[in-house]
């Protein structure tokens, strides 16, 4: 099970960060996605992190304001938000693929598990 926290309502320009547990397995062995869906839109990769030597990618429209971190021993996984805009509001998801070493991917078939996601409302 993966449980995402952290989102909520900031004014444009500022920052969250999202913080995905899992309970039931180790994070050790999976590449860690995050993914939004806004309303009306389709579900759409915005980052991950391999599961070994930290390797990431992110998606164009947030390169540079956004960062993923993990933290093996606390089986939690982060996405840190800057300089947030209207735009980025969206339900937020982790998923745990099962890539293997350095390999990271924003493919959403290519990840097996889901958590329930979480708001980030970005308004004034």
């Known amino acids: 099970q993966l449980v995402e926290s952290g989102g909520g309502l900031v004014q444009p320009g500022g920052s969250l960060r999202l913080s995905c547990v899992a309970s039931g397995f180790t994070l050790d062995y999976y590449a860690m996605g995050w993914f939004r869906q806004a309303p009306g839109k389709e579900r759409e990769g915005v980052s991950c992190?391999?599961?070994?030597?930290?390797?990431?990618t992110f998606a164009e429209s947030v390169r540079g304001r956004f960062t993923v971190s993990r933290d093996n021993a606390k089986n939690t996984v982060y996405l840190h938000m800057s300089r947030l805009k209207p735009e980025d509001t969206a339900i937020y998801y982790c998923?745990?693929?099962?890539?293997?070493?350095?390999?990271?991917?924003?493919?959403?078939?290519?990840?097996?598990?889901w958590g329930q996601g979480t708001q980030v409302t970005v308004s004034s």
């Open positions: 992190i391999s599961s070994t030597d930290g390797y990431t």
């Open positions: 998923a745990a693929s099962k890539a293997p070493g350095d390999y990271v991917t924003l493919s959403i078939d290519e990840y097996d598990y």
